[in-house]
């Protein structure tokens, strides 16, 4: 992609309504603008790592079994009335009426319709288990949307959603959830503890927040330190098998969300050293909260006995629009977004020292298609712009390799690599570049 091409409205000033980083980052590198108050409009840089952040949520999604489908994020309000949500949710529920009077409503989460789309098509324990999910956009009028897209009033959720026959195969079933967002976050580049939960409008008794601590998050949490050297399931977990033993191996440590916190029992399992008391940020819920909407909407299936019985469900969150702003909060420094590979916008960013050269220009493209060849996403900076401000808006925008060409170094045959993690340069011919990135660009993009 060219950048004289591309739409990349960056700022220079800090908008003064932004108060946390990943907020501010977002802003002036052009990710997003502001459209009201919690809605923003994705912008062609931003949009491009939030289909990075949903691709790899889909991808460890349907590692652990769950399907994907496509609801509509206006529903109706009757169904809403069968599970009896329609007058509890309050106002934080965006309501419609369409031309004919009917009342509406854009979905602030989907119990309720999957539970009807469930309900038409099974029939048998036989069918069962199911995990259906699909990643879309959720509208709720939040009392104090802030800090940009972590709360937003439109967000992007990926939720899923739980059928089983019994109690234990719903647990089952939570498991897998359970360990895919600990792969899920990992795989993000983030660390995220599971916490005891509290359930609100969802429901239920059994539910973890998976929490990424950062200074600026919004939920205040208490764990046990040894959490935070837990790495993440790999790659060969089975997730047909018993997942039980990798669940409590992180359960059986005290972790909670401020709701849930209980002084005397933290006091007493944890010691004093390994307590930590820290903020975090929200990334993903799971709640169990059996058969709450089946029973409630009729959501029945033939057991082997030949009795029905109400499915036991559960649902899983994951909160992808807010993602990346926990990414950001993890990954930046004083001069902009740092992109772990697996989210980054580009792969390579080029810069051209003397667009308008002949020789630099054609340096440049070769540079650009080569990469392009091997499947490496390229930002080409051919504008006219002064090489300062190149350089710091390559910063800005967090491009992980940094490729500049300029008239002298070319004459030598050489090409400077700059990596944006640590600042570090080299200088090396650009065959050599081009297969240095190749290299660096797979293992970034290799799953564990
Ligand atoms: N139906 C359940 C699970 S699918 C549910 O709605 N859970 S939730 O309310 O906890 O939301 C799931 C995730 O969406 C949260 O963990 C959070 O990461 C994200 N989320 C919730 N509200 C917002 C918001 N206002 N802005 C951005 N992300 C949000």
Redesign the pocket.
């Known amino acids: 992609m060219r950048l004289s091409r591309f739409y990349l409205p960056v700022l220079k000033e800090t908008p003064a309504e932004a108060t946390i980083i990943s907020h501010q980052l977002m802003l002036r590198a052009g990710m997003i603008r502001q459209q009201g108050a ?1 809605i923003y409009a994705w912008l062609p840089l931003g949009f491009r790592v939030l289909k990075k952040i949903e691709q790899v949520v889909r991808e460890e999604q349907d590692r652990a079994g769950a399907v994907e489908l496509l609801m509509p994020t206006i529903q109706q309000a009757d169904l809403w009335r069968e599970s009896g949500r329609y007058d509890a949710y309050g106002k934080e529920m965006l309501r419609i009426t369409d031309r004919h009077d009917r009342e509406m409503l854009f979905g ?4 309720e319709m999957i539970t009807e789309i469930f309900r038409a098509g099974v029939r048998s324990y036989k069918d069962l288990p199911k995990l259906l999910y699909h990643i879309q956009w ?1 509208f ?1 009028d ?1 009392i104090r ?1 802030r800090f940009g ?5 439109e ?7 739980s059928f089983d026959i019994d109690k234990d195969e719903a647990r089952r079933s939570y498991n897998r959830m359970f360990i895919a967002y600990l792969r899920t976050f990992a795989r993000l580049g983030l660390k995220s503890i599971p916490m005891r939960a509290d359930t ?3 429901g239920g008794d059994l539910s973890h ?2 929490i990424v601590l950062a200074d600026t998050g919004e939920s205040e949490v208490f764990c046990d330190r040894d959490l935070l050297d837990m790495p993440a399931p790999d790659i060969n977990v089975d997730f047909e098998g018993d997942l039980q033993s990798l669940v409590d191996q992180r359960t059986v440590h005290y972790a909670a969300t401020d709701e849930m916190h209980d002084v005397e029992e933290f006091e007493q399992k944890v010691s004093s050293e390994k307590r930590v008391s820290a903020r975090g ?7 169990n909260f059996g058969t709450k909407y089946s029973k409630a909407m009729n959501a029945v299936v033939m057991g082997p006995d030949g009795k029905e019985v109400a499915a036991e469900m559960g ?9 990346i ?1 926990a990414l950001i909060e993890a990954f930046h420094d004083e001069q902009g977004c740092k992109w772990p590979v697996a989210v980054a916008p580009f792969h390579v960013g080029i810069i051209n020292l003397k667009a308008g050269d002949e020789a630099v220009d054609g340096a440049c493209t070769d540079l650009w298609r080569q990469l392009e060849s091997q499947n490496v996403e390229v930002i080409y900076d051919d504008t006219r712009s002064r090489a300062g401000e190149k350089f710091a808006r390559m910063d800005l925008i967090g491009v992980p390799y940094q490729i500049t060409v300029g008239p002298r170094g070319l004459k030598e045959g050489i090409v400077e690599l700059k990596l944006r993690i640590d600042g570090s340069k080299q200088e090396l011919s650009p065959e050599a570049a081009v297969n240095f990135i190749k290299e660096k660009i797979a293992e970034g993009l290799k799953v564990h």
């Open positions: 919690g602030p989460t989907n119990e959720k709720r939040e949307p897209v972590m709360r937003g009033r967000f992007l959720m990926k939720d899923t959603y609100g409008p969802i927040e998976f940020i929200e990334v993903g819920h799971i709640f649902s899983y969150g994951i909160g992808v629009s807010r993602l702003g």
